[in-house]
């Protein structure tokens, strides 16, 4: 999947100039200069770095490809219905860790940042995507109960049955945690909490399960191979590209005034070369 | 009166090709994107070009307005200009990307790929 790479940015510097220099540039708003200037190499420095390149998961490949080739094919409108009429889809990675000290691992915690998705979309879907490793030694007879909860409570969410004999292959184990998000969504709009977390247990009949007999351990994932919680969401309004730029130029530049301050202190009137001193 | 011969074409003015959709790739890494737009890495656009003189084609699809326009400029092209050679159909296109929190994103964009040009 040649597209997927990700590139390091290199377009000429004279390029740039003279992009900017341009007579339609000199007319355009301040938000237009903020891109231009985001595009100029002194802004460079806070772009990510080949080292910092982020692995989609397949899934989320797969979606842009199905979905890209729909369009190609002018099914785009009927073919959404599957995806829940959502125009959006958003993968959000687990940023939970399993408590090696904890043997036999009986619970874990999948926590996700789900900070960045705007309020002004309508969330129509959401599923929490666990990937199982095959364990050689499973045993063979009574069925799995998968069941997950969140963090704060006894409610159970959602739960499927794992037969045994599928614990012998490799699999992403999907559960579908619409209503929690959104519940999540309405209760927490005015607190701006961060995370959505999940916690996650087997049994088979009363007992809980070793999470590890199953594969479910995230010691040495791989980026792809990590939970993800994927958001279905449908914007309200028509959607402007240049929403996504000012995000990144917000955040770009949050990150570059985190950079500046240690070096901003300093007596009225010194030049950058005292206050650095 | 139509200032025009029986091509179609007006006296001593250089012809220039009728309002139409041409060809504009937009590639995603000359515009200094890339950093953020995983997939695809460009696409063709399109762009209209083109002139909308008198008489309009129903291809088109000109505008009321546009129609007006279009006899009141071919009648005397110093009082009013011609109309104007617009998208007049647009498609959506796939982008996959990563936003200000590196999440992975799938986004439908609207009105991205021209599909028909016409006069407004």
């Known amino acids: 999947f040649q597209s997927a790479a990700r590139i390091s940015p290199s377009v000429p510097r004279r390029n740039r100039e003279a992009r900017i220099s341009h007579p339609g540039a000199q007319r355009s708003s301040k938000f237009l200069k903020d891109i231009l200037t985001y595009l ?41 219905r599957s995806s829940k009429s959502a125009n959006t ?90 209503d929690a998000f959104k519940a999540h969504r309405q209760h927490h709009y005015h607190q701006q909490q961060r995370h959505l977390c999940f916690q996650l247990r087997v049994t088979q009949g009363q007992t809980e399960v070793d999470l590890r007999q199953l594969g479910l351990d995230r010691s040495g994932r791989t980026q792809q191979e990590k939970a993800i919680l994927v958001a279905y969401t449908r914007s309200k309004k028509r959607e402007n590209l240049f929403n996504e730029m000012k995000e990144k130029i917000k955040s770009r530049r949050s990150v570059g005034e985190k950079e500046e301050k240690p070096r901003t202190r300093g007596f009225k009137g010194e030049g950058p070369r005292r206050r650095r001193r | 009166t139509a200032l025009s011969n029986r091509h179609g074409k007006r006296h001593g003015k250089k012809s220039r090709s009728r309002c139409s959709k041409k060809p504009l790739h937009v590639n995603f890494k000359e515009l200094g994107w890339d950093d953020w737009i995983i997939a695809p890495l460009g696409y063709e656009a399109y762009h209209c070009e083109g002139v909308c003189d008198f008489p309009l084609r129903s291809h088109l699809e000109p505008t009321n307005h546009a ?11 110093y009082s009013t200009p011609p109309s104007c050679c617009v998208p007049t159909k647009l498609s959506p296109i796939s982008i996959l990307y990563t ?11 609207e009105e991205m790929v021209v599909e028909q040009c016409g006069c407004r």
């Not at chain 1, 989609?56 to 199905?66: A, D, G, K, N, V």
């Open chain 1, 40 to 80: 100029q190499p002194a802004a460079g420095h806070h772009k990510h770095e080949p080292k910092d390149a982020i692995v989609p998961h397949e899934y989320m490949l797969s979606i842009y490809r199905t979905y890209s080739a729909a369009e190609k094919l002018g099914l785009n409108a009927s073919f959404f």
């Open chain 1, 89 to 178: 889809i958003t993968s959000f990675v687990d940023r939970g860790t399993d408590n090696l000290l904890h043997s036999p691992l009986r619970r874990q915690k999948y926590l996700f940042d789900v900070s960045t998705l705007s309020e002004k979309e309508e969330l129509v879907g959401a599923e929490l995507r666990i990937f199982r490793k095959a364990q050689g030694n499973a045993q063979k007879s009574g069925i799995y109960d998968i069941q997950l909860y969140p963090c704060r409570s006894d409610r159970q969410l959602n739960s499927r049955s794992l037969d045994p004999m599928d614990s012998a292959t490799s699999g992403w184990e999907v559960l579908d945690v619409w």
């Open chain 2, 67 to 77: 129609i007006i326009q279009t006899l009141m400029n071919s009648m005397d092209p």
């Open chain 2, 99 to 109: 936003d200000s929190g590196n999440n992975v994103v799938y986004k439908q964009y």
